[in-house]
């Protein structure tokens, strides 16, 4: 599931399938008709539509076999067609199979970004805003943060250091975490026709949803790449890491506004939360350019190592 959406994974792809179902009846119902009325004109054309739908039918129970994903029915049309049936259903099953790996990439979005920067809990973690009740996550609170404790994930300070002193590295360093293909790019899903409305309108925030979570996985990966190069940078004072720490957290900024401008086309923007406080995506893009502007003005040897403190994991309840 999505973060932020309401679907009902299981439920949705019976309601798909239950759609493709009763259509292939309806057709057939339509060409037995036609025989029994002696309509040859309409015989063809149902028999078509009566063929396009049970091998769509027939696509949707392959993926809930083979995918188990609620997500990979939802787009395979429900319109029929004088299309050869094989080639629709093939279609169909493409579609879907690119709709599967684009929702299952997004999910993995705060999973990943969460392994890298670690708060236990919403008042620490915020990833839908890089923020915590406390306010937003610089650039250097990502030089400065920890890991996810038993992921085997380094954190920047710990790269670096392994990477300046030429040792082998023992675990994810943050450049992995960056380039993994979930925080690589917006996947271009093609809409497809969905009925009944209120199954579009669903259909359709789903892919807001998947695009939204792309733009903002694509923030992450840029965000880390910056911290790393502006890390070196403040060790070695190589002019070139510093620029390049800069380029990063353009990219980054870009990125934010195309999340922001994804996110608000169906979510309310400013919202109060219990434990994250108020969080406005769009309005925290200066916040997210100020990143820019704080390479640009870091001075090697800003951070003392000896002096981070970082959250830790709050210890479970007692009895």
Known sequence: MIP??????????????TQHLRRTFACLQALTLDLLTDVPKHTLRNAQHARAAAYALLAGM??????????????ISLAGGAVGPEKFAAAEIRRAAALTAAWADASKTFPLITRFFWGDIDIK????????????YTVRNFIEGGTMPGAGVL??????????AKQKLSGVTPLEIAATRALQAVPKLRRAAVTPAASASEYGATLGDIEAMSHLGLYYAAKIRGACALALFDRTSDA???????RHLEEALAHWQNYAGTYTRQYVQPVLYNRAGVVDIPRQTGEVAADVQMARDWK????????IKRSGTEAGFKR
Do not use: H, Y
């Open 155 to 164: 954190n920047i300070m710990e790269w670096r250091s392994g990477l300046l």
């Open 125 to 136: 973690w915020f990833p839908e805003a890089c923020r915590r009740k406390g306010g937003f």
């Open 62 to 75: 392959i993926l809930l076999a083979t995918q188990g994903l609620a997500g990979s029915a939802l787009s």
């Open 240 to 246: 070139e890491q510093q620029t390049a720490a800069v």
């Open 4 to 17: 932020g959406s309401d679907i009902d994974g299981k439920n949705t792809l019976v309601l798909i399938l």
């Open 300 to 307: 090697p040897g800003t951070i003392n190592e000896t002096s």
